[in-house]
């Protein structure tokens, strides 16, 4: 097999090894950075017309993808 394809071929398992080794030394937030994004997600929550019903969802999600993006450990409940 030719390398420039077998580079293709191995390139995405070194990718999710890497995405993986990062996710599993990612720290715990805060309780105050936590309620921070909470309390943003609920903005825009508000700006989006979320409703009631989908809100604890979308602010779950919204605070996960914040707190993914910092480096922190992803939450499984917000209180809102």
Known sequence: MKKPLLALIVAPFF?????YAVAQNAVEASAETI??????????????D???????????KCVNDE????????????NI
Not at 15 to 19: D, F, G, K, R, Y
Not at 43 to 48: E, G, I, L, V
Not at 50 to 60: D, F, R, T, W
């Open 67 to 78: 707190l993914e993006t910092e480096g922190y450990k992803k939450v499984t409940d917000v």
């Open 35 to 48: 309620q921070e994004y909470t309390e943003m997600c609920l903005d825009w929550a508000k700006d989006d």
């Open 15 to 19: 990718s999710l090894a890497t995405t």
């Open 50 to 60: 979320i409703s009631n019903e989908a809100l604890k969802p979308y602010v779950l």
